[in-house]
């Protein structure tokens, strides 16, 4: 099933398939190892709902919604 | 001729605590010519050489987006003017953030420098279960690799050696490189053959830096290319994209799985990791820091503390300063004869002294808080909990400890706001913190609010109304810095949304010795860079005020001495009435210098305002700092220049203060009230302006800020005072 890495609940797991259109942002992503291929658990969110923290390849990233919407999610 | 080693890695993997535990004392610390970007070298002794070791900043990639990075891919290409070119590198790797880490040492490699890859943090990694074969490591790699644990210096020897070969320009250049499509391979070579072809381009281009050009589009590289070979070259580009791509796949994406695919297969022969990812001591900390109410109340707890110590621990040693610097000048003055001389040095000299030191317990003081938050890893969870708040005007969590630094000085702030990544957001950040309430608006309101605003219970006895007052002027900046921010993001720095992804470092304790540091060059740098400028700026307005010293005066003056001392016998009346004189003539100085004349000048723009020309006077005299307007007012006013805001006598003489006609008070209600808005809005401080300058290296930015405040500012002091002059508060 796919669906993008915003849509994830919390401690929710999958592998990364896909990053839609291609800029600035995606370029970071794809820098920090957002790439396909890459497993994402989605660890918690602010107390304000938005951003996100993920575990990706090792360490802790945090992203907003908005750009964890960008990244397509194979759960 | 010694080498020039580069030391380079990802943020945050202990780059900085390598660094000065190799190096030790033998360090400088300054900024890359023209921007805020910090530049360190030092020394570094080896078995038989030295070397010069340059602390890159840390940066995740060579594809360069903010200054950061493009400093680092400059200094590493040897194009930044004035930087030796680098003969060797030491890539600072963290064993416990391997995959990551090793994206960047696969670009590093294409750099076909000589490499030594020291490989930190090696302890945590063994606490997650990570064991690491560093020779097959090594082997996989071309390089030498050695393992070490900067906090604790251990295995500082082994990297010692490992460099020495590095230093004497020995070591091999590692053949490895991460393999990438056949199609992208041939079309860089023919881009790269292309552009050297170039007699324009003037120089060769370096492989790497043609792999930029290609990959990064629009990026740094590109850009720096085709100013030199014009825009007639983009359809070229275009063609050899075309021709990289596999499958019609971007190249940014191609790059990252290529890299990616490169460097897991090094992780499957050199790693092996736990079955299960085990809950890291992070994580668990993680849990309660940022949970939802624990999270938030331990955040606003570690703001109130650094508030709290900006805002009230500094002050006793900023009276100590302010007080030694006058006892000081009072014993200098004490020594040198009265005139010229003596008022430049006491009211001059001191005073622009004074003005640049009593900044410096708050900016050690935040410079030493933001230096352990971000050391120990707690500066991305502060912007993980507020961003969502700062992005409703356009901002990002960044952003929030500048503009609470900047309540108790807009300086730190400023300064404060390098932690941002975005030059745009950055540069918002620095025009809207002086709107924030700072300590120095203090004695001005308190002073008015004391002499004017009525105290009586309002709200149903709940408050007073000299509190609320206070609460609104202490507010306004707040209320107008939001959507002043929100539209310098819509107008001036307009532009993509910069990306909110940032790393949550572990946490870590904080090394002293990074901190002090760190703290120590900061505050070295505000005295010896913005002190200069500020301390000219206080002297320019000493000769505004006291310039032309009118003969007249002076003789009037003594005449009068001569007749108080003719004509009173007691000598405690004498001395008083002697002391009134002195304060009265420095008024009358001041009323006939430059400055007044200004003061005069101007006063029909202040006029709707309110404010007759005494107030405009002291407005200006204020100009390198706001809190001179209280003694300035205090001399306009015959009270002599060391009133201050808890002056009774200021105060009762404000009340009284009569315009020429005998009758008008100078200040009612209304004046007092828009003198208030107008300090809560202006730019009266010139050690800001400076600082805005240094932090964006122009003058246009704090010409901008002086001017939008000072138009806000007078907007809305005219307000104020017509609307409540018209609800009748005038009497």
């Known amino acids: ?75 | 001729m010694s080498a020039t080693l580069a030391v380079v890695g990802n943020p945050n993997v202990g780059k900085t605590a390598l660094f000065n535990a190799l190096t030790g004392l033998s360090q400088n610390t300054g900024n890359y010519a023209g921007v805020t970007v910090e530049r360190k070298t030092g020394r570094v002794a080896l078995d038989g050489a030295t070397a010069e070791l340059i602390d890159l900043p840390g940066t995740y990639s060579l594809a360069a987006s903010s200054p950061d990075e493009m400093i680092v891919v400059d200094v590493l290409l040897g194009q930044r003017a004035g930087e030796k070119s680098i003969d060797g590198l030491v890539a600072v790797v963290d064993a416990s953030n391997l995959e990551r880490n090793l994206y960047f040492v696969s670009q590093l490699l294409e750099l076909e420098k000589p490499l030594v890859v020291a490989l930190n943090m090696m302890d945590i990694a063994a606490r997650r279960g990570l064991k690491i074969d560093v020779a097959a490591l090594s082997e996989k790699l071309g390089v030498p690799v050695v393992p070490i644990c900067a906090h604790r210096r251990i295995g500082l020897d082994k990297l010692r050696e490992a460099m020495t070969p590095l230093a004497q320009v020995a070591l091999p250049v590692s053949g490895v490189r991460c393999p990438f499509p056949e199609a992208q391979l041939s079309a860089l070579q023919a881009l790269a053959a292309d552009l050297n072809s170039r007699p324009v381009l003037r120089r060769t281009i370096h492989p790497l830096e043609a792999f930029r050009v290609m990959v990064d589009e629009n990026g740094y590289a590109e850009q720096r290319v085709l100013r030199k070979v014009g825009p007639e070259f983009r359809p070229a580009l275009t063609e050899y994209r075309r021709r990289a791509q596999v499958n019609g796949a971007n190249l940014a994406a191609q790059e990252a799985r290529a890299r990616y695919g490169w460097v897991r297969e090094i992780m499957d022969t050199c790693v092996t990791r736990p079955k299960v990812r085990p809950k890291s001591r992070s994580e668990r900390i993680d849990n309660i820091l940022t949970h939802r109410v624990f999270g938030t109340v331990i955040f606003l707890t570690v703001m109130l503390l650094v508030f709290q110590s900006i805002y009230s621990w500094a002050a006793p040693v900023m009276d100590l300063i302010d007080s030694g610097i006058s006892a000081l000048g009072g014993a200098v003055s004490a020594w040198l004869p009265p005139g010229v001389l003596q008022s430049l040095v006491v009211d001059g000299i001191f005073a622009g002294v004074g003005s640049v030191l009593v900044f410096l317990p708050q900016i050690i003081l935040l410079s030493l808080f933001i230096a352990i938050l971000e050391d120990c890893g707690y500066m991305a969870r502060a912007a993980f909990l507020m961003d969502k708040l700062f992005s409703w005007c356009g901002l990002s969590g960044q952003s929030f400890i500048p503009m609470l630094s900047s309540f108790a000085c807009a300086i730190p702030g400023i300064l404060a706001t390098r932690t941002i990544k975005d030059r745009r957001d950055r540069f918002t950040t620095i025009l809207v913190a002086p709107l924030m309430s700072c300590s120095a608006r203090l004695p001005v309101y308190l002073i008015l609010i004391g002499a004017f605003i009525p105290s009586q219970r309002v709200l149903g006895g709940l408050v007073g109304l000299e509190g609320l007052t206070l609460l609104a002027v202490y507010s306004l900046g707040v209320l107008v810095a939001i959507p002043t921010a929100w539209t310098l993001k819509r107008t001036l720095f307009r532009g993509v949304k910069p990306p909110f992804i940032l790393e949550m470092p572990s946490y870590k304790v904080p090394l002293a010795g990074v901190v002090l540091k760190k703290a120590f060059f900061e505050s070295r740098e505000f005295v010896v860079r913005a002190g200069t400028l500020i301390f000219a700026v206080t002297i320019i307005v000493w000769a505004l005020a006291y310039f032309p010293r009118s003969t007249a005066i002076a003789e009037t003056y003594a005449a009068k001495r001569a007749q108080v001392v003719r004509n009173t016998a007691e000598a405690q009346a004498q001395e008083a009435a002697l002391a009134a004189l002195a304060d009265e003539e420095e008024g009358e100085y001041l009323r006939s210098s430059l400055l007044g004349k200004i003061g005069h000048f101007i006063e029909p723009v202040f006029r709707p305002l309110g404010w007759d020309w005494r107030i405009a006077t002291a407005t200006i005299a204020s100009f390198p700092a706001r809190e001179i307007i209280v003694a300035t007012l205090g001399t306009l006013f015959n009270m002599g220049a060391d009133e201050d805001e808890h002056s009774d006598s200021l105060r009762t003489t404000l009340q009284l203060a009569r315009r020429e006609d005998g009758v008008t008070p100078v200040i009612n209600i209304p004046v007092a009230l828009s003198i208030m808005v107008f300090f809560a809005l202006c730019c009266q401080c010139s050690a800001t302006l400076v600082t805005i300058r240094r932090e964006t290296g122009q003058w246009r930015w704090p010409l901008l800020t002086f001017g939008y405040m000072t138009t806000l500012a007078y907007l809305g002091a005219l307000c104020t005072y017509q609307f409540t002059t018209a609800l009748g508060w005038g009497g």
């Open chain 1, 1 to 75: 099933m796919t669906c993008t890495l915003d849509q994830l609940k919390r401690h929710d797991r999958g592998v990364v398939s896909n990053l839609r259109g291609i800029g600035n942002i995606q370029q970071r992503l794809l820098e920090m190892g957002v790439s396909d291929g890459a497993e994402v658990e989605v660890l918690r969110f602010a107390p304000l709902g938005d951003p996100m923290e993920i575990a990706v390849r090792g360490f802790h990233l945090t992203l907003r919604k908005s750009e964890a919407a960008l990244v397509e999610i194979e759960a």
